[in-house]
């Protein structure tokens, strides 16, 4: 059974770095599929940030394109984002999800992590 | 603003029939590109319900159902359960230049 979980910190300053990874266990990033990152604002709706493929294809939200870099580590299985200089409005839960491409959604989710940014 | 737009809000007494719609354009949904709904549970992530328009995963009940027609899609729900009680939202592929994967902004289905 696949599943994924999100890390990192719960509390960026404005200006910096948010820093996320998604371990996948149950499955081989090598083996396929796309991975994604969505996040959803509190109380708001889900907002698609980006995809990976496992040969480091990548594709962005053109509104987050200048500030996101997804990237894959196949060695440890685990996909990573980076969102440069954050303010408020980037606070939200980010979950990472596998995509199924060719029939395009996400069937596993992982369990999401809130992500604040103040200082 | 969305991409493909969702009433913020419906709601029905248990065991009634819901029905929520997604409405899109010519670059996805009219373009094609299927529609696939994810139910969120309160606290939860989501969870996918409906893929490429009508299908089920195993473990979805045959209570819902889904329908694509021309530049929309809607989410059926018969014997509404107070479980139901839920965001929903629809997905699909966007070829244009507002994005690729694309959601709606979330409909609340309040069990009355």
């Known amino acids: 059974q696949v599943q994924l979980q999100e890390s990192g910190p719960g509390l960026v300053k404005p200006s910096e770095t948010l820093s996320l990874t998604c371990a996948v266990s149950?499955?081989?990033?090598?083996?396929?599929?796309?991975w994604g990152w969505i996040r959803q604002p509190p109380g708001r709706g889900l907002e698609w940030i980006g995809s990976?493929?496992?040969?480091?294809?990548?594709y962005y939200n053109p509104s987050l394109r200048s500030r996101v870099t997804i990237s894959v580590d196949t060695s440890k299985n685990h996909f990573s984002l980076k969102l440069i200089s954050v303010t408020a409005a980037d606070t939200a839960v980010y979950f990472c999800?596998?995509?199924?491409?060719?029939?395009?959604?996400?069937?596993?989710w992982g369990q999401g992590t809130l992500v604040s940014v103040s200082s | 603003q969305s991409v493909l737009t969702q009433p913020p809000s419906v709601s029905g007494a248990p065991g009634q029939r819901v029905t929520i719609s997604c409405t899109g354009s010519?670059?996805?949904?009219?373009?094609?590109?299927?529609v696939h709904w994810y139910q969120q549970l309160p606290g939860t992530a989501p969870k996918l319900l409906i893929y490429?328009?009508?299908n089920r995963p195993s473990g979805v009940p045959d209570r819902f159902s889904g329908s694509k027609y021309g530049t929309s899609a809607s989410l059926a729900i018969t014997g509404l359960q107070a479980e139901d009680e839920a965001d929903y939202y629809c997905?699909?592929?966007?070829?244009?230049?507002?994005?690729?994967?694309?959601f709606g902004g979330g409909t609340k289905l309040t069990v009355l």
């Open positions: 010519g670059s996805n949904i009219g373009g094609g590109y299927d």
């Open positions: 149950g499955y081989s990033i090598s083996s396929g599929y796309y």
């Open positions: 999800a596998r995509l199924v491409v060719g029939f395009n959604y996400f069937d596993c």
């Open positions: 490429d328009n009508n």
């Open positions: 997905q699909s592929y966007d070829s244009s230049l507002s994005g690729h994967w694309v």
């Open positions: 990976i493929y496992q040969s480091g294809t990548t």
